[in-house]
């Protein structure tokens, strides 16, 4: 098993992605902290984690609020006693994203609490417990948004993933010399619940998309989560700072 002896934490693990990814890290080997702000959904994935014989706890968390994001941090200790693996999936997109000039407000502060405030802090709490080990791997969910305009602007979105993806370089560098590797995954499209349920809405939207992939669909969570466990493993142990992008091909892309 590539993550045996691991301890892990995967924010936004209650759905979508980050309950795929739990349940696969946990199948290689990894004891799992399994935060969410739904606890009902952060209990059943596990649920169906120990249901598979896997280790894991789970932890209502709000990522944007740094009384929760410590407490997440503490709970792995409490029970594992270590930390291994940060990987930071959670992230919203809400409906009312669009471009500057008409994205209100709030819906702005709100994506940026939860995408970039959020990272920070489960890296503020995770990072020393990671350094007390002299080792650990980040992983920062961002997306292919942050490396390319769109003239069907989420405006909020992409500079939240652009932020994440330029905290990613800087920790890199900082925490290397401390045996912390941390790395950015760049996603495009996925088949998750929080993308499905608004292209169900829009037909245009959706087909506009998959035109502009050369693979002709969207990408699955498997997928993605198949590079995460690269990242969290052992086999990735010269790889930091990366920005690997798995998209289908839109990054490149031109026509």
Request: charged share 20%.
């Amino acid at each position: 098993m590539r993550l045996e002896d691991k301890v892990s934490i995967i924010t936004g693990a209650g759905s979508g992605m980050g309950r795929v990814a739990a349940i696969r890290f946990a199948a290689e080997g990894s004891r799992v902290i399994v935060a969410d702000n739904q606890a009902e959904a952060a209990d059943e994935t596990v649920r169906q984690i120990r249901a598979a014989g896997g280790e894991s706890y789970a932890a209502r968390v709000d990522v944007s609020v740094e009384a929760d994001a410590r407490a997440m941090v503490d709970l792995a200790i409490e029970k594992y006693g270590q930390l291994d693996v940060l990987y930071n999936n959670a992230g919203i997109m809400p409906e009312a994203d669009h471009s500057v000039v008409d994205t209100p407000v709030e819906a702005w502060d709100r994506v940026m609490a939860v995408n970039v405030r959020g990272v920070y802090l489960a890296c503020k709490y995770a990072i020393p417990r990671m350094i007390e080990r002299g080792s650990g791997s980040i992983i920062n969910v961002s997306s292919f948004v942050a490396i390319l305009g769109c003239s069907v602007p989420q405006d909020a979105y992409t500079a939240s993933k652009g932020a994440v993806l330029a905290l990613t370089r800087s920790l890199a560098v900082q925490f290397a010399p401390k045996g912390i590797r941390t790395n950015a995954i760049l996603p495009g499209p996925v088949e998750t619940p929080l993308l499905m349920e608004w292209l169900l809405k829009d037909e245009a939207a959706k087909s506009l998309r998959l035109a502009r992939n050369p693979t002709g669909r969207f990408g699955k969570p498997e997928e993605v989560v198949a590079m995460a466990v690269y990242l969290a493993s052992d086999e990735s142990k010269w790889t930091n700072g990366a920005s690997m992008v798995i998209d289908g091909g839109i990054s490149v892309n031109y026509f």
